[in-house]
């Protein structure tokens, strides 16, 4: 019996397998994972751990504050699997990390300072591609780290600002390929088309901001008081202000917290109005900053204004932050315009042509002027978070 059962079992292996050969690939393999985080956090687990003087390296190189030297490739080099699983990720528009948000404040964003440090890995293997004379090798690089920062996402301000870090980064990598790259019309069309493209989902200060108001007014409850505790006494430095409202969380009741979640949610719904209006800069960078101040103006005499006070971000700042990020890139666009005129007439444009991305700042075009080494693009308007009017200087190689 043993035996014809040994038989009956070999007899269908031998069919499955030869039903295995026969078939399609294509019906022999699972599906690959349709959420990009998934690879992502693949990737996380089988790069290399670098040691802070490679890692430092690394970052340096990404931005382009040191030459690639051997040591920096050979590292790189060992990284191929997370780069590669990363790659792939990028080709996914669908990205779930999978966080626990009913957490609340206390949740956990880990990936976003590891995909951070996974796109200082790619940038840098970038800027060592174009050392090497692939400048759309390069710029392919940069489009990965692009759409990277757009899976960061928008889930809080914290992972919406890296996602804006990200590309900037981008933007001005790009801006030093096309600094070093020949005239190549075909790859400078090619690259006009990649930059306008939007196949992913940009994130959203306002997306942001809503997110933080579910986060903190669902956490602005008694039971939730040790929580709001260790966030404001860690936000100050001990003073008197930091004492006040630490007295009021302590002793405060079941009223106390509701009319400081009426408050906060106040505060929160009129940033969002200020965002919708689709006003120039200058107008909403100050209505969001005056705004911001106005909880420290109250809460002395207004105790509906104590965890506000301690616990909204300073969305001024971001949205000057995203402002400027955006203006680089339409930089960036606009340049690559003006590179393909460079490439089809021999000579730069003597004025900047109508219907290009423009200066957010002011709502108006970049002032465009040749200069010795190629040509400058400058805000009109001026960055009042940094009190200065920015300037983006693009060279054309001899």
């Given at each position: 019996?043993?035996?014809?059962?040994?038989?009956?079992?070999?007899?269908?292996?031998?069919?499955?397998?030869?039903?295995?050969?026969?078939?399609?690939?294509?019906?022999?393999?699972?599906?690959?994972?349709?959420?990009?985080?998934?690879?992502?956090?693949?990737?996380?687990?089988?790069?290399?751990?670098?040691?802070?003087?490679?890692?430092?390296?690394?970052?340096?190189?990404?931005?382009?504050?040191?030459?690639?030297?051997?040591?920096?490739?050979?590292?790189?080099?060992?990284?191929?699997?997370?780069?590669?699983?990363?790659?792939?990720?990028?080709?996914?528009?669908?990205?779930?990390?999978?966080?626990?948000?009913?957490?609340?404040?206390?949740?956990?964003?880990?990936?976003?300072?590891?995909?951070?440090?996974?796109?200082?890995?790619?940038?840098?293997?970038?800027?060592?591609?174009?050392?090497?004379?692939?400048?759309?090798?390069?710029?392919?690089?940069?489009?990965?780290?692009?759409?990277?920062?757009?899976?960061?996402?928008?889930?809080?301000?914290?992972?919406?600002?890296?996602?804006?870090?990200?590309?900037?980064?981008?933007?001005?990598?790009?801006?030093?390929?096309?600094?070093?790259?020949?005239?190549?019309?075909?790859?400078?069309?090619?690259?006009?088309?990649?930059?306008?493209?939007?196949?992913?989902?940009?994130?959203?200060?306002?997306?942001?901001?809503?997110?933080?108001?579910?986060?903190?007014?669902?956490?602005?409850?008694?039971?939730?008081?040790?929580?709001?505790?260790?966030?404001?006494?860690?936000?100050?430095?001990?003073?008197?202000?930091?004492?006040?409202?630490?007295?009021?969380?302590?002793?405060?009741?079941?009223?106390?917290?509701?009319?400081?979640?009426?408050?906060?949610?106040?505060?929160?719904?009129?940033?969002?109005?200020?965002?919708?209006?689709?006003?120039?800069?200058?107008?909403?960078?100050?209505?969001?900053?005056?705004?911001?101040?106005?909880?420290?103006?109250?809460?002395?005499?207004?105790?509906?204004?104590?965890?506000?006070?301690?616990?909204?971000?300073?969305?001024?700042?971001?949205?000057?932050?995203?402002?400027?990020?955006?203006?680089?890139?339409?930089?960036?666009?606009?340049?690559?315009?003006?590179?393909?005129?460079?490439?089809?007439?021999?000579?730069?444009?003597?004025?900047?042509?109508?219907?290009?991305?423009?200066?957010?700042?002011?709502?108006?075009?970049?002032?465009?002027?040749?200069?010795?080494?190629?040509?400058?693009?400058?805000?009109?308007?001026?960055?009042?978070?940094k009190n200065e009017t920015h300037q983006y200087e693009f060279k054309v190689k001899k």
């Amino acid at each position: 019996m043993k035996t014809a059962i040994t038989k009956k079992l070999t007899k269908f292996t031998g069919v499955i397998l030869t039903l295995l050969i026969l078939t399609s690939p294509v019906f022999a393999y699972r599906p690959d994972p349709d959420n990009a985080a998934l690879l992502y956090y693949q990737a996380y687990i089988s790069y290399e751990k670098a040691d802070d003087t490679m890692e430092e390296m690394v970052a340096d190189l990404s931005k382009g504050n040191i030459e690639p030297n051997e040591r920096i490739k050979k590292y790189i080099e060992s990284c191929r699997t997370a780069i590669d699983l990363a790659t792939a990720a990028t080709e996914i528009p669908n990205c779930n990390w999978g966080l626990k948000y009913s957490d609340g404040i206390s949740l956990q964003l880990s990936h976003v300072a590891q995909t951070r440090k996974l796109v200082f890995l790619i940038a840098a293997e970038a800027r060592i591609i174009a050392a090497e004379g692939d400048y759309r090798g390069a710029i392919n690089r940069c489009l990965t780290v692009h759409t990277m920062g757009k899976h960061v996402g928008d889930d809080t301000p914290i992972s919406f600002l890296v996602s804006t870090s990200i590309d900037k980064m981008v933007a001005s990598h790009i801006q030093d390929i096309l600094a070093d790259m020949p005239e190549d019309l075909e790859t400078l069309t090619w690259l006009k088309a990649k930059l306008a493209e939007v196949p992913f989902k940009t994130p959203s200060l306002r997306v942001a901001m809503r997110s933080e108001k579910e986060f903190f007014s669902s956490e602005m409850q008694v039971d939730k008081r040790d929580k709001l505790l260790a966030l404001c006494s860690g936000s100050g430095d001990g003073g008197d202000l930091e004492k006040m409202a630490i007295k009021r969380l302590t002793e405060g009741d079941e009223a106390f917290f509701a009319k400081n979640r009426d408050y906060y949610i106040k505060h929160m719904n009129y940033f969002d109005e200020i965002l919708e209006s689709s006003k120039p800069y200058n107008d909403v960078y100050s209505r969001l900053k005056q705004w911001s101040e106005k909880p420290d103006k109250e809460i002395t005499e207004n105790s509906a204004a104590t965890l506000t006070t301690f616990l909204l971000p300073a969305f001024g700042n971001i949205y000057s932050i995203d402002i400027r990020t955006k203006t680089i890139c339409n930089a960036v666009r606009t340049a690559v315009e003006i590179y393909i005129i460079k490439a089809k007439t021999g000579k730069l444009p003597d004025t900047l042509p109508i219907g290009l991305p423009g200066d957010l700042f002011s709502g108006k075009d970049f002032k465009y002027e040749k200069t010795a080494n190629g040509f400058t693009l400058r805000c009109q308007g001026k960055d009042l978070l940094k009190n200065e009017t920015h300037q983006y200087e693009f060279k054309v190689k001899k």
